[in-house]
């Protein structure tokens, strides 16, 4: 009988353990509940754009929320729980590249069509555009 007890509690403390070892997953949060500071930056940022999704998730331990739009062109932005803005992803079509933007992504991918099965990362590095080779869209 105290065998059968002490490896139940055994197996009970490794299932705690482990559960505990299991990272977090991301929890969807309203507007409102969200810290002044991290509402200010999506006001800035998103312009009243329609909210399609907010995620309250953890990043090196850190919390951090990430707000995706929904429509024509997509944002998606990360913000530090104290208004940072981390990341910024806006989806754009070629018509919406300015001019010198599409010739450094035609110059840097070629001569094919942009299209959406192709994802192209432009950003600034060093006072210099920068573009990343497109990848394959999920």
Known sequence: MNRRVTISLFYIILLAIGLTAIPALA????ISDLPQAVRDTIERE?????IDDIERDRDDGKIVYKVDTDGDNDVKIKI??????LER???LDEDDLPEVVLAAVKKSVGDIDIDDSFIVSIGIREDRLVVVTPSLRD
């Open 27 to 30: 929890d969807d949060v309203e």
């Open 46 to 50: 998103l312009k009243g754009m329609e």
């Open 80 to 85: 530090a729980e104290d208004g940072t803005l």
């Open 89 to 91: 992803e806006d989806e």
